[in-house]
């Protein structure tokens, strides 16, 4: 690992921390996580405010002037407003997918939920995720953040990942499977 990238983590668990516990003193936090999962969608969807963060030649009036304008569109609560123009006076905005997914996880984890991944090789009703989501949350004894994904390249099967636990029934994984073994004999 490279030191920027361990300077990259460090920075965004810090400044992630320090949002949930100013969020926490202002009783915002449910509406601060809201608001950072809207931006985190914002983040992916649009290529322009996409580039706009990762371009390091913006100055810092021109990205105030952007985060204003979203601000104000999105209705912002302003310790997230506030916490965005900081990042921003710290050339630090670069950082802000990392810090925010870092705070809707640590969000996640002090209400006690515990992460897990559903990919499946068809598409599956709420109701079917719903009752997944209920198993796994019986059979791990703790309530489960489920992020599901539909990906027909599985040929069939499901994928399910919870913590470090993984259960790949997918027969694309059986076949890499068959195509190792053979290349091993």
């Known amino acids: 690992m490279s030191k920027n990238n361990s300077f990259s983590a460090t920075t965004a668990s810090r400044y992630s921390l320090a949002l949930y516990e100013l969020a926490n003193e202002n009783n915002s936090i449910d509406e601060v996580e809201k608001q950072s999962i809207s931006l985190l969608k914002l983040i992916d969807e649009s290529k322009d405010f996409s580039s706009l963060i990762k371009d390091p030649t913006n100055s810092v009036n021109e990205l105030q002037d952007v985060i204003n304008k979203i601000s104000e569109n999105y209705k912002l609560n302003s310790l997230i407003s506030k916490f965005l123009g900081f990042l921003i006076s710290k050339r630090r905005f ?22 897990a991944e559903l990919i499946s090789s068809k598409e599956l009703s709420g109701e079917q995720v719903i009752k997944i989501k209920d198993e796994l949350s019986k059979n791990f004894n703790a309530k489960i953040k489920l992020d599901y994904k539909y990906d027909k390249s599985l040929i069939g ?21 068959i195509e190792n073994t053979m290349i091993e004999a």
């Open 157 to 177: 099967g499901l994928v399910i990942q919870v913590g470090s636990i993984m259960v790949d029934t997918s027969i694309k994984n059986k076949l890499q499977q």
């Open 94 to 115: 670069f950082y802000i997918k990392t810090i925010l997914q870092d705070f809707v996880d640590t969000c996640s984890k002090k209400r006690g939920e515990v992460k």
